[in-house]
């Protein structure tokens, strides 16, 4: 029997081709500084690790829905630090990446998908596992009608990745109002709401946002950004009571379920606020030496008051700018990565340790 292979129908995964970049850096007398990917390197809080290890001797099945100690502990997280009270509809995932990539087929959709125009590479994978057709576009409530009447869904991403660009309260109402006109459910990835260096991020489920109607609204929310929890594959979704009853439901005839352990963790670190603080501050630190040495070497830094991330041109060809950083043994990633309008454009995580944000700012300071 024919068989057609899913990955037939996928992108080539990206860092793949970051391969002899990685290799020209590696070459440096002082190794390599790897700031291509936004994956943590400070250690967990011992209150999360404590949490984990409490939980570790639990046998039984976890429940896909979490305890009623984590569904709370999301709840008031919400409410505490985003100003989005009255969510009681949430769902624990094993980390976003995989809620986002199986989003639009858990929720049946076969038209059109929309993305932002320069995304994480992940919104277009999911729309092709789907089988649905993924469209670019940074304004759904601007499209012709019979262009808005194909639409299943619409994944928006703010704080962004990679640009760090924030969406305000106005662009979301607009968003919203246009979904539920046309029947559209709206996903907005927030796992960068805690990283802001500049105005407020709202999340979609702010009270100024939806005024408590979250009716087609599904926010997605991370710990691996700002818990540093990225190996525990921790997040969870939440809004829309149909939307997230449907997804449980899912989910659990899926068997995707966040171990019992992983939850304790998660419980922990929705209730504590301290560690993010702190998290917090090593960022803007890193931010600020990593931000000055680029604008002394002739970038541009572009949009970036949020998030994990530098973007950052000088307008040329991205590879060119990938090249350039190797050569000097730091690894960062190319704007290609996330779309047609992004190939002048690098990425440069802020997730380096100390350490490497010194040799970053020293290297450019000596080859610029």
Known sequence: MARTSLGSTLPDFPWNLLEPAKDTASRHPEGIVNLSVGSPVDAVAPGIQLALAEAAAEPGYPQTIG?????????????RRYNAPDVTSVLPVIGTKEAIAWLPTLLGCAGTVIIPEIAYPTYEVAA????ATPLRNDYCYELDEDTAATIDLV???????????????????KVIEWARAHDVVVASDECYLGLTWEDPAPSILDAEVAGGNFDNLIAIHSLSKTANLAGYRA???????TLIAEL????KHAGLMVPAPIQAAMTE????????????????????????????????????EAGLYLWITRNEDCWDTVAWFADKGILVAPGSFYGPNSQQFV?????????????????LKDNS
């Open 67 to 79: 305890t009623p100690k984590l569904r709370q502990a999301i709840t008031d997280s919400l409410a």
């Open 128 to 131: 092709l596992l789907a089988g």
């Open 155 to 173: 994944f928006i991403n703010s704080p962004s990745n990679p640009t760090g660009k924030v969406l305000d309260a106005d662009h979301l109402r």
């Open 235 to 241: 997040g969870f979704l939440a809004g829309c009571p």
């Open 248 to 251: 449980t439901e899912l989910r």
């Open 269 to 304: 670190a929705l209730i504590d606020d301290d560690h993010e603080v702190l998290q917090k501050l090593r960022y803007a630190s890193r931010r600020a030496k990593l931000m000055r040495a680029v604008v002394e070497a002739g970038f541009e830094v572009v949009n970036s």
């Open 347 to 363: 990425r440069v995580a802020l997730t380096g340790t100390d350490d490497d944000v010194a040799k970053f700012v020293s290297r």
